[in-house]
């Protein structure tokens, strides 16, 4: 955190965590911002890794806006992710939902799930909207076979990186992925493919 809030470009954001209190070890959230928080609250997930999840409230065009942004469970060796990441979505879901109800919503991060996986899809909240694809012109182009987590050998390219909105005033109006040059030959910023997504006010 220290290198971090060194950095000039930050000086254009508000940031969730200012000491790295929210940072433990490798694991952690962080939020930024060009909106000033109304608070910002960390929770503790259901985890055997640490997760934990991080929301926070804005006031936007006076309405009540609540973002999360998280980590999900990844020990997928053992079998124990599953039932994890579903305990851990309930946690989040319900801190996003809690009084006053939010006008908006999104919640985003590595949900360590694809996409595809119709079983775990099953545990998001029926009413969010997955922004990446809805705001695609082309939404075949981010299907897991082109890729937005970076394939592995014998192994597909998987979309584990969420924005779910749960809105009826933002409109997802554009998506891409990022980053996704190597800082030098093999090396990349992330293992992951960052995902982005512009919303506008209707």
Not at 39 to 61: C, E, G, P, Y
Not at 71 to 82: V, Y
Not at 104 to 130: M, R, V, W
Request: with cysteine.
């Amino acid at each position: 955190m220290q290198l971090l809030t060194k950095q000039t470009w930050l000086q254009r954001y508000h940031v969730s965590d200012s000491d790295g209190s929210s940072i433990n070890g490798l694991e952690g959230v962080l939020m930024l911002s060009k909106f000033p928080f109304d608070w910002v609250r960390m929770h503790k997930l259901h985890s055997l890794m640490d997760r934990t999840a991080i929301v926070a409230q804005f006031n936007i065009n006076g309405d009540i806006f609540r973002v999360a942004s998280t980590h999900l469970e990844s020990r997928d060796f053992d079998g124990f992710s599953p039932p994890l990441r579903k305990k851990q979505l309930e946690t989040i879901f319900a801190a996003l939902h809690q009084d006053p109800t939010p006008d908006h919503c999104i919640i985003t991060g590595d949900f360590n799930f694809c996409s595809t996986n119709q079983k775990e899809e099953a545990n998001l909240d029926p009413i969010y909207k997955d922004a990446f694809t809805s705001a695609s012109p082309d939404p075949l182009a981010f299907v897991p076979t082109s890729g937005v987590n970076y394939a592995k050998p014998r192994r597909r390219p998987s979309r584990y990186d969420r924005i779910l909105i749960r809105s009826s005033k933002w409109i997802p109006s554009s998506s891409c992925i990022f980053g996704t040059d190597p800082i030098r030959p093999g090396l990349f910023p992330s293992d992951h493919l960052a995902v982005e997504c512009v919303f506008e006010w209707k």
